[in-house]
Nanobody, 124 residues
Framework: QVQLVESGGGLVQAGGSLRLSCAASGRTFSSYAMGWFRQAPGKERLFVASISWSGGSTYYANSVKGRFTISRDNAKNTVFLQMNSLKPEDTAVYYC?????????????????WGQGTQVTVSS
């Protein structure tokens, strides 16, 4: 079992930045990949970014590449999502997820545990 708690969401103007955190407990944190997804009202949950168990590999959705950075601190059991140059279309509930395996993945099916989500709202 893995428990995930996100924090750091909020309201920001377009062009601004936010840093999301996700604290994990339970299974050994360094044994699985982590991912961030987002879901806007009435839309499906979409992949944002993923990081491998060691942090050595990362992968991003095209829509956030160059603006968002995923990282992890295995000593603190925490994964981060630094979001810069935010746009109104980034508005969504952001979820962190713990992978079933060690390596990056874009599919929700490859993630076994999910946090409760944190709201990010970007005003124009």
């Amino acid at each position: 079992q893995v428990q995930l708690v996100e924090s750091g969401g909020g309201l920001v103007q377009a062009g601004g930045s936010l840093r999301l955190s996700c604290a994990a407990s339970g299974r050994t944190f360094s044994s699985y990949a982590m991912g961030w997804f987002r879901q806007a009202p009435g839309k499906e949950r979409l992949f944002v970014a993923s990081i491998s168990w060691s942090g050595g590999s990362t992968y991003y959705a095209n829509s956030v590449k160059g603006r968002f950075t995923i990282s992890r601190d295995n000593a603190k059991n925490t994964v981060f999502l630094q979001m810069n140059s935010l746009k109104p279309e980034d508005t969504a509930v952001y979820y962190c997820a713990a992978g079933r395996g060690r390596y990056v993945s874009t599919s929700t099916r490859e993630y076994a545990y999910w946090g409760q989500g944190t709201q990010v709202t970007v005003s124009s």
